[in-house]
């Protein structure tokens, strides 16, 4: 599986706003569906939401997913952050284009380095 890479975390205030990326040279980004993930220190991974390659844009709560296929990046919207929201970041894709997201293999993820957001009150 590709590794993706992550950019765009940092230091951010509660309340506003970040745009994480993620991006590839190996994949056409809109062929596969895309999910982000993230760690809070001590946690476990869990999954925040997938863009399903049928489409260009996903909206969970505070979180939108959206594709810019002209820079094949994926970016992850957090609005309103909160405290709670500082964790390490992941996207990955599925293994294989053209499958939906409940097809992602959780043990075939090739985790890159992430980007770490960290929201102070």
């Known amino acids: 599986q590709v590794q993706m890479m992550e950019s765009g975390g940092g230091l951010e205030q509660a309340g506003g706003s970040a745009r994480l990326s993620c991006t590839t040279s190996e994949l056409d980004i809109d062929s596969y569906s895309v999910h982000w993930f993230r760690q809070a220190p001590g946690q476990g991974r869990e999954e925040i939401s997938c863009?399903?390659?049928r489409a260009n844009r996903a909206m969970e709560g505070r979180f939108t997913i959206s594709t810019d296929v002209a820079k094949n990046t994926v970016y992850l919207q957090i609005d309103n952050l909160k405290p709670e929201d500082t964790a390490i970041y992941y996207c990955?894709?599925?293994?294989?284009?053209?499958?939906?997201?409940?097809?992602?293999?959780?043990?075939?993820?090739?985790w890159g380095q992430g980007t770490q957001v960290t929201v102070s009150s």
């Open positions: 863009l399903s390659y």
């Open positions: 990955v894709t599925n293994e294989e284009p053209y499958t939906d997201c409940s097809e992602l293999e959780e043990n075939a993820i090739a």
